[in-house]
């Protein structure tokens, strides 16, 4: 949507994981891309672009994944990206199509959001303090914790607002503000079943024991992602999970609005109810 070359290739767009709207850590300059591609390439002990692109596959991913597997991001280029998307969209420069987006109601576990360490209103405070530094106090009065069932609950539900839903509904109420065309938001708030009892008693005891953890962490959670095999009617080839008849429905409503969407620019209308494939 932001990019130039881009503009007149599509007609309607989908956002279901948040934008890069307020992530200008996440995007990198001109220059500090082309630092970190020089220094790229002579950790490859490549001394040409072209010597680049004969690396195998196989050879790139291992280089790739060794430092900082996370530096290749978004590049103000001047070429694909001409400005940061925030500017794009603050002065109403992107693509002018419908814009259907969404998030779960349960993005981000609690287990997640406090990396694995215990939830208590402490470290609930010294993680808002690191994230927010000086408006640490502000947000704190709209999470209130108090007690360990607060901390675990506030922090699932900052965790979330704070990498996904923000982030989507400032993408929605910009493109609603500066372009005519409409915005539409859904939220996906479907009880995911879990791992079959088949996939919990494989494996080896310690791999049964860490999928007992996974598992009391997704099952009854509308987590981040666990809208996709809904959205693309795949329930029926991921084998790993006790899908039950409602979650078969909700996938085929689900289609239905999508396809509608695709179909008109808008999501709703009396064919949602689409059969499950």
Do not use: C
Request: charge should be positive; aromatic fraction near 10%; proline fraction near 5%.
């Amino acid at each position: 949507m932001a990019s130039p070359l881009s503009q007149g290739l599509f007609s309607r767009a989908i956002a279901q994981s948040s934008s890069l709207l307020d992530s200008r850590k996440l995007i990198k300059t001109k220059e500090v891309a082309e630092k970190m591609g020089v220094e790229f390439a002579n950790f490859t002990k490549s001394q040409s672009i072209n010597k680049m692109r004969k690396l195998s596959a196989g050879r790139l991913l291992k280089l790739a994944s060794k430092g900082d597997p996370r530096r290749f991001k978004p590049t103000v280029d001047g070429y694909f990206l001409e400005e940061f998307p925030i500017d794009i969209f603050e002065n109403g420069r992107q693509a002018s199509v419908p814009l259907l987006v969404g998030w779960n109601a349960n993005e981000v576990p609690s287990l997640a959001f406090y990396r694995l360490k215990r939830a208590t209103p402490e470290n609930f405070r010294k993680k808002v303090e690191r994230i927010y530094g000086s408006g640490a106090h502000e947000l704190l009065e709209y999470y209130p914790v108090k007690t360990r069932q607060d901390a675990r609950e506030a922090g699932a539900k900052l965790g979330s607002d704070w990498l996904i839903n923000f982030g989507t509904w400032r993408l929605a109420e910009l493109h609603a503000s500066k372009q005519p065309a409409p915005v539409y938001r859904y939220l996906f708030d479907q009880p995911h079943p879990g791992l079959t009892k088949k996939v919990l008693n494989s494996g080896s005891l310690p791999q049964q024991l860490l999928k007992r953890l996974l598992n009391k962490t997704i099952t009854g959670s509308a987590f981040h992602a666990a809208e996709i095999e809904y959205a693309l009617g795949n329930l029926n080839v991921q084998k790993n999970y006790a899908w039950k008849k409602d979650d078969y429905q909700v996938s085929s409503r689900m289609q239905g609005y999508f396809s509608n969407f695709i179909k008109s620019g808008n999501p709703n209308g009396l064919d949602t109810e689409k059969k499950a494939l």
